[in-house]
């Protein structure tokens, strides 16, 4: 017995033919062409608006409020030691900072009311360019006990000790320059309350300000004044003895008795060290009011000083150099090269109106001409009374 297929009603037909209607044709294959065309759009369009969002990220880090906000905030996180605390502006203009706190092992740096503006433009021309940098509150501390000891490295068994002292020969006769990377220029320096402190000693400035550029040829200060500015040096009770010892031999009545042939083969003038500056240094106009200076007990006031020279290498250049102390004014023009036996030339002037220390001084003019070294010194002494001198 065989099963018969019932037969197909028009209904049935109807809705087999819907169902085939809604299948999707099925698409042809692309060609090759086709598929570099889509990948060229991809990688086109990944070009262009990856580096757009870029930029728009940037556009809006350095050149909106909230853009500052999440950079210090970044900064905060991932610069160790670091605390700033943003007033305002922008990063492209102008920042002001209520606090900036940065410190390392032995250093700590506090600003308050630091305000801060430079011209991005110039990292095109490699250079860093800051209009101006104002604080109201500055505080350097350095504790030179807690600088973190890096550990020499240990020669290894290959090395010639013969070859290592002689490239140290080489380095302590050839001192490398300093060379910053970039030149960094400063327009407008104005800084108030200014307090370092390096160890036990002190400087201190009511109100600094300046302009400065430093590049390859070296830092040139365009001009630097000072208001109350102190130096305090405290000495320790052996080093005051030494100097009130000092002071007693070089008396006349002492000095024949207490210098002796021995002491004078071994003048402490005939080995001076050779002092390098890394980094020249020329300035323009430094002028500085109302200063003190502190050494030991000893304390100096000067209503006024002026400087404008330059120290390359070893050399100290003072076009000219005019002081104003309690004891009178000075004024000074020469050279000296702090290598060899220290060769000089220079002339020196004071007009004395009292000195506590030698009553003697008083309303007195002398001048100073030094040349050569120490070796071999020439000392001429002018004064307007009978002068007494021992060279």
Not at 137 to 166: L, Y
Not at 190 to 215: E, F, I, S
Not at 225 to 243: A, F, K, R
């Amino acid at each position: 017995m065989t099963d018969s297929m019932p037969p197909k009603t028009e209904d049935s037909n109807q809705h087999d033919s819907s169902s085939l209607a809604h299948i999707p044709a099925s698409k042809p294959p692309k060609s090759f062409l086709g598929r570099c065309w889509q990948a060229f759009k991809l990688c086109t369009r990944t070009a262009i608006y990856i580096p757009l969002l870029l930029l728009m990220l940037i556009a809006i880090l350095i050149g909106t409020p909230i853009g500052a906000q999440i950079s210090v905030m970044l900064a905060n996180q991932f610069v160790p030691n670091l605390a700033l605390n943003l007033k305002s502006g922008t990063i492209n203009n102008q920042l002001e900072f209520t606090t900036a706190r940065w410190s390392m092992d032995g250093v700590t740096v506090e600003v308050e009311g630091l305000s801060l503006s430079w011209v991005p433009t110039c990292l095109f021309n490699k250079q860093i360019c800051v209009d101006n940098l104002f604080a109201d509150d500055v505080t350097v501390i350095v504790q030179t006990d807690q600088f973190a000891d890096d550990e020499p490295s240990k020669p290894s068994e290959n090395d010639n000790p013969k070859d290592t002292n002689n490239e140290d020969a080489a380095e302590q006769q050839s001192p490398s320059p300093l060379i910053l990377p970039v030149p960094i220029g400063l327009n407008q320096l104005d800084l108030n309350d200014v307090k370092v402190t390096v160890n036990d000693m002190r400087y201190n400035a009511g109100r600094l300000q300046g302009k400065a550029l430093w590049n390859k040829s070296g830092l040139r200060v365009n001009y630097l004044h000072s208001e109350g500015l102190l130096v305090d040096i405290p000495l320790g009770e052996s080093s005051q003895q030494d100097t009130a010892d000092a002071q007693e031999t070089s008396s006349p009545d002492n000095q024949d008795k207490n210098v002796s042939s021995s002491e004078l083969e071994t003048w402490a003038m005939a080995n001076l060290p050779a002092v390098y500056m890394t980094f020249p240094i020329y300035v323009d106009e430094l002028i500085t009011h109302d200063s003190v200076m502190k050494l030991g007990n000893r304390t100096d006031n000067f209503s006024h000083i002026s400087l404008i020279g330059s120290y390359v290498e070893y050399l100290i250049d003072v076009q000219a150099l005019s002081v104003s102390h309690d004891y009178g004014e000075a004024y000074l023009v020469g050279d000296i090269s702090l290598n060899h036996d220290y060769p000089m030339n220079i002339d020196a002037k004071f007009n004395l109106s009292k000195v506590t220390e030698v009553p003697e001084l008083t309303q007195q003019k002398i001048a100073i001409e030094a040349e050569n070294g120490f070796d071999n010194l020439s000392l001429l002494v002018f004064c307007n009374w009978r002068c007494r001198h021992r060279l």
